[in-house]
């Protein structure tokens, strides 16, 4: 029974020792462990802000791409309203020179009547000459800037303006024609 006391207090000394022992050993341990946990949480925090940068600059070139995309975006459909305009301008000088031909062409039409038509003509085209001011608008910066709705406002003013010296033109050319042909009928 003494051997067996003695042995239970050798054990329990042993183990008080180990745990005081291991409680002591433990603290730098920890210690280590935690500066490492810091040191790898730095770590990470730095690279978060690295990455975090480098999002940044990749966000702000992304801005600077969608920005310069509907730059194009507008600059192509102007292109493409414009061309649509010129074609028409197209049109109506072709009326113009047309027409201008036409009246020479035309039996028993008088000088002064030929000049009058040639006149009217003259005034449609001065007065169509706004209708490239506005085109040259379309084609600037501020036309580039503008909005679809003001864009596709001032194309309907070009468009409408346009029609109308169309028709102007081809009235008077008409009437030009139907007045020969009743002057022509009424001398015979």
């Known amino acids: 029974m003494k051997k067996l006391i003695f042995f239970l207090i050798l054990l329990t000394s042993i183990a008080l020792t180990s745990r005081g022992q291991g409680g002591v050993v433990s603290a730098p341990v920890l210690e280590s462990i935690e500066t490492a946990n810091k040191a790898t949480l730095l770590k990470q925090l730095a690279e978060g802000i690295k990455q975090t940068g480098v999002l940044s600059d990749v966000y702000s070139k992304l801005k600077q791409s969608v920005e310069l995309y509907y730059k194009v975006s507008n600059a192509l459909k102007t292109a493409d309203v414009v061309t649509n305009a010129i074609d028409k301008q197209i049109t109506l000088v072709n009326t113009c020179s047309a027409a201008l031909k036409d009246i020479q062409r035309v039996k028993g039409a008088s000088t002064t009547s030929i000049q009058r038509v040639r006149r009217n003509i003259a005034t449609v085209v001065d007065s169509y000459k706004s209708n490239i001011d506005m085109l040259r608008q379309l084609i600037t910066e501020d036309g580039l800037r503008m909005d679809d709705g003001a864009r596709l406002q001032l194309v309907m003013e ?11 033109v081809r009235s008077y050319q008409s009437n030009f024609e139907a007045a020969a042909a009743a002057k022509l009928i009424l001398k015979q």
């Open 158 to 168: 070009i468009d409408d303006k346009t029609a109308e010296a169309t028709r102007k």
